[in-house]
């Protein structure tokens, strides 16, 4: 399974909402959660694999070998946001960038489990962050749509660099 690299299209284009929940669901999120650890991330969402589906996957630790946090979110919607602060996130999909992103701090996110069974969840720092930056991929949304105009400006040489190597293999 093959992480898509911005500016791919097909990550502008985001999610629609999972109506199946089935064995093809299941194993999309565990070839995707395979796909997550070979690139060294924490969270990845299906657009980001080319699937335009509102599934999502992550692991606080980003470890293979802990598996204890591993989450599986189908349809995922932010219910309740409070307080606010700027913490540094990368992005499988824009290798090589880092950059201060705002995010909620605290949130409550309501989704599916695989089953299609309703579930609700509270979070706070770092998973937070993970779930927001995730959520945002299924909306078609890039973390570095979320910069400061100083955050934009320091990373857009290397957009462009991802944007040429794009063409190139185009």
Known sequence: MQVLIYPDPVLRRGGQPITQFDGNLRELADRMMEAMYEEGGVGLAAPQVGVEQKLLVLNPSGSKQDRAGEL????????????????????????????????????TVGYQDLDGKEQ???????????????????????????????????VKAKLVELESEYRARA
Do not use: Y
Request: glycine residues 8%; aromatic residues 8%.
């Open 72 to 107: 599986v979110l189908c349809n995922p919607k932010l219910t309740r946001k409070k307080g606010r602060e700027f913490g540094e996130e990368g992005c499988l999909s824009f290798p090589g960038i880092h950059a201060e992103v705002e995010r909620w701090i605290d949130i």
């Open 120 to 154: 609700t969840m509270s979070a706070t720092g770092w998973l937070s962050r993970i779930i927001q930056h995730e959520i945002d991929h299924l909306e078609g949304v890039f973390f570095v749509d979320r910069l400061t105009a100083t955050e934009k400006m320091r």
